[in-house]
């Protein structure tokens, strides 16, 4: 919609002057988004609070896959992945300008794994049921070659072809924010929570809210606040019960951005069983391979985790053990970082593979509403599974889902996933409008009219915002994205109206962070 400039100050004002909220989520990654969206659906009065950016954390860092779960499988956890398919199912119809069907191939070479992985994704697909996107397939050494050349053909038996999802999650997070407020609600970005308001008998009544920008602080009344802030759920729950017992740990997973003269394939590839039983994953995307991931219980989370060298080893060693082309460091266009919030083990249980990657819904005592795990495939079953929590724990009357047939916004079909605005979906043809052909940066595709766009129509604040979320040139190419950032400044201090020494700031600050993207 040409429409729908979103005006942060107009929604800062709706924030602070509009008397009691029904809800207030506080967290715009994928739980607190797809939470929002459920209760402004359902009619609610709707807030959600963000104090970074949308999808800042774990939510723009993930593998990029929309996903039943085949690791969860051969775990045995049946209703996981049952949950997945249906939601990955729901969601390509709901941003089919996002989420496309997306083939894999697990190399094969033994007659045995050909067996196992065989069976094991036969059952993929029927547990997907009518929301599968394809039927598996094994298929000869000779079409596997062919399919992905890249592979090492020593001892390749054949390959099993299967059909899982792939999107683009920042993109998901910024729709989503798009939509609640289409809905009648209100997402703001840059707004920390830092304290709990309570009424005469100590139940949860508002949030105190800092605006980041303005550095000038709120009282917000609420009927019910929700915490979905991931690994930082805790630090909200403290607020709420300074002793509270620790509720997740944090789960490291990396990745690393190659370019496709390592996986030309239109096809990802898929190892299911790495030296030390973790998956690995090939994946093209924005016409670059995302290969990853790990999965590495971590101390106490960051706002921006820091890849472990074994990490960046262990991926670069697995990735040589099956490419004909065996990456090096100084091929790495960019590593990124993120965090999984799991709820903490049970003990005894140590090992991230042991944690449950389900999600769980917590009710404090005092009726602070919580939710941890979860993955960005089942967002949407997460917000209705809070919302009918919250529906009766506070007696109010059940109300119907409106989510699981609602299209995002940019809901667009017969998508080009070449043109390089795809991902705009119905938007595009504005962005085109007003392009001309310009590029900041011809080898990304990015282009004057979508840095604009991103401060109009999407709430970017930083060059951050338009360089690791708007767009993903942090993410695919480190060393490009600084060298078009100053660039980028300019481009947003006219449309902020702010002044040089912002812009130079800005930049400065950009580069210092994308550094952290980049393998010496």
């Given amino acids: 919609m040409k429409s729908g400039t979103i005006d942060r100050e107009q929604l800062l004002k709706q924030a602070t002057a509009a008397g009691e909220w029904d809800v207030v989520v506080i967290g715009g990654g994928a739980s607190g988004l797809g939470i929002a969206l459920e209760a402004v659906t359902r009619g609610y009065k709707t807030l959600l609070l963000e104090q970074f950016d949308f999808a800042k954390g774990t939510s723009s860092r993930s593998t990029k896959l929309v996903h039943g779960g085949v690791r969860y499988l051969a775990q045995g956890d049946i209703a996981l992945v049952r949950e997945a398919s249906i939601e990955r199912g729901l969601l390509q119809k709901n941003a089919p300008h996002l989420v496309k069907n997306q083939t894999f191939i697990v190399p094969v070479y033994s007659f045995w794994d050909r067996v196992k992985y065989t069976i094991g994704l036969k059952a993929y697909d029927w547990i997907a049921g009518r929301l599968s996107l394809g039927s598996s397939v094994f298929i000869s050494r000779k079409k596997t070659l062919e399919a992905i050349p890249d592979v090492k053909a020593k001892g390749l038996v054949g390959g099993v072809l299967y059909h899982d999802g792939q999107f683009d999650d920042s993109r998901l997070a910024l729709n989503l924010a798009q939509t609640i407020i289409e809905q009648g609600g209100v997402a703001l970005n840059y707004m920390k929570v830092t304290g709990l308001q309570k009424d005469g008998h100590q139940k949860p009544s508002g949030v105190i809210v800092e605006d980041m920008e303005h550095a000038v602080s709120y009282s917000i009344k609420a009927k019910s606040v929700i915490n979905a802030t991931g690994v930082f759920v805790d630090d909200i729950l403290r607020m709420d019960n300074p002793v509270a017992s620790k509720s997740v740990v944090a789960s490291q997973g990396i990745h690393l951005v190659l370019g496709k003269e390592f996986f030309s394939s239109p096809h990802a590839l898929m190892i299911p069983k790495t030296a030390d039983g973790r998956v690995l994953f090939a ?238």
């Fill in 283 to 520: 994946v093209p995307w924005h016409n670059e391979v995302v290969v990853g991931t790990t999965d590495t219980l971590v101390g106490a989370p960051s706002v921006e985790p820091r890849p472990l060298e074994k990490e960046i080893e262990f991926i670069l060693e697995t990735a040589g053990a099956y490419l004909v082309k065996k990456p090096a460091r100084g091929d790495v266009l960019s590593v990124f970082a993120g965090l999984r919030p799991l709820a903490a083990p049970k003990e005894g249980a140590q090992k991230t593979k042991e944690i449950s990657r389900s999600h769980k819904i917590m009710i404090s005592p005092d009726g602070l509403f919580t939710i941890i795990g979860g993955k960005w495939t089942t967002y949407r079953k997460m917000g209705e599974d809070m919302l009918d929590s919250v529906e009766k724990t506070l007696g109010w009357p059940k109300k119907t889902s409106q989510t699981p047939h609602l299209r995002i916004h940019g809901f667009f079909t017969g998508v080009d996933w070449n043109d390089p605005f795809y991902f705009y979906g119905s938007d595009a043809a504005y962005i085109k409008e007003k392009s001309n052909g310009h590029w900041i940066s011809e080898r990304l595709r990015i282009n004057k009219a979508q840095v604009e766009w991103a401060v109009s129509h999407e709430m970017a604040r930083t060059v951050e915002d338009v360089l690791a979320r708007r767009t993903r040139a942090l993410l695919l190419d480190a060393r490009e994205s600084i060298r078009i950032s100053a660039a980028v400044a300019s481009i947003m201090a006219r449309a902020l109206n702010k002044d040089q020494h912002w812009e130079e700031e800005e930049t400065k600050r950009f580069n210092g962070l994308a550094q952290q993207y980049i393998l010496r």
